[in-house]
C-alpha cells in the first residue's frame, strides 16, 4: 500500500484584498463579537455577585472563566479589528 506523498513546503497568507466594502462588513462582524462577549460575560458576572446563593465554588470558578475570557478578548479581539 502506498503512503501519501504530498508535502507542504510553503504557506502564503494573501488577506482579503484592497476591496474596502469587506473591511467594513469584517470590522462589524468583529465588533458585535466583541460587544456580545462582553455583555455575556458581564452578565455572568454581575449575576454571581448580585445573588448570594451563586456564592459557591463552580460559580467561583465560572466567574474566574468569564474574567480570563473576558481578558483575553480584550487582548486578541482590538488587533484584529
Not at 494573501?14 to 474596502?20: A, E, I, K, V
Request: glycine share 8%; charged share 10%; proline share 5%.
Amino acid at each position: 500500500m502506498e503512503e501519501n506523498q504530498t508535502r507542504v513546503t510553503e504557506f502564503i497568507l494573501l488577506g482579503f484584498g484592497p476591496d474596502p466594502r469587506i473591511h467594513i462588513v469584517l470590522f462589524g462582524l468583529f465588533s458585535l463579537f466583541y460587544a456580545f462577549t462582553l455583555l455575556g460575560n458581564g452578565v455572568i458576572l454581575g449575576l454571581i455577585w448580585l445573588d448570594l446563593r451563586l456564592h459557591t465554588p463552580m460559580y467561583f470558578f465560572l466567574s474566574h472563566l468569564a474574567i480570563t475570557h473576558t481578558h483575553s478578548y480584550f487582548q486578541n479581539c482590538p488587533c484584529s479589528i
